[in-house]
């Protein structure tokens, strides 16, 4: 491959499989786009190992890595281990800090062990999980970004949300927030990219944004 042509990984959020990314367009001469997927998890699996094994498929050296909501919080995870030219997160948190309160308080009451996971195997209890509630009137559009819903990975995955233990921001972070983000509230996060109107989805129906800006950022 080209050396000029930089390598950008992207990993979807929860849930979600790579064709969240359908619009995500970036010049060729510039950059080249690897959708990565979720793998299941190996029982009591923990955030590090699960990282570690994602590394895996990052076939190049120095890539970028872009991840959407829990994909963010792995690709910080993931960089613990590989080296980066840039991390990019969206819609998502830079640490345990950012995370809303309700969040917080399942961790300290331990009540996310106990969450109705079975339940989410109904394709749109889990579109509404996974994108929030706002999007009830389109969710029959956004049930085909929705593919992971075995109920060991869901298990997991919120486990691994709730419990994420990072204290302090990595340096090499760019992360890209919605104002409107009812997943991840704005007004919890440190210094970010704002986007005015951009919810928990904008990777998806503000795709043009991502794709005029995303090259700026990255270079």
Same mark, same amino acid.
């Given at each position: 491959? $080209? ?16 064709? %969240? ?7 060729? &001469?510039? =950059? /080249? ?10 029982? $009591? @699996? ?13 076939? &190049? ?24 030219? !840039?991390?990019? %997160? ?40 996974? =994108?929030?509630?706002?999007?009830? !009137? ?12 075995? /109920? ?33 509230? =704005? ?12 919810? &928990?989805?904008?990777?998806? $129906?503000?795709?043009?944004? =991502? $794709? @005029? ?7």
């Amino acid at each position: 491959m $080209n050396q000029q042509v930089i390598p950008v990984y992207l990993m979807p959020g929860m849930a979600a499989n790579p064709t %969240i990314f359908e619009h995500i367009k970036l010049p060729e &001469h510039q =950059f /080249k786009l690897y959708w990565l997927e979720w793998k299941l998890p190996k029982p $009591n @699996e923990t955030l590090s190992s699960y990282a570690k094994r994602m590394c895996k498929d990052i076939k &190049h050296d120095n890539p970028v890595l872009l991840g959407v909501s829990f994909g963010g919080i792995l690709v910080q995870e993931m960089s613990k281990y590989i080296s980066c030219n !840039k991390i990019i %997160i969206v819609s998502s948190v830079k640490t345990k800090h950012e995370l809303p309160k309700r969040i917080r308080l399942l961790r300290a009451t331990k009540a996310y062990k106990i969450l109705p996971t079975q339940l989410l195997s109904n394709i749109d209890l889990l579109a509404k999980y996974a =994108f929030g509630n706002t999007i009830t !009137k389109r969710i029959e559009l956004y049930k085909k970004y929705l593919s992971v819903s075995d /109920k060991m990975y869901l298990d997991w995955a919120i486990q691994q949300v709730v419990c994420w233990d990072q204290d302090q921001a990595l340096d090499n972070v760019i992360h890209i927030h919605g104002d409107n983000d009812k997943v991840f509230p =704005f007004a919890n996060l440190g210094a970010c990219v704002s986007i005015k109107g951009g919810t &928990h989805i904008m990777i998806i $129906n503000k795709y043009k944004w =991502f $794709n @005029e800006n995303l090259p700026k950022l990255i270079a």
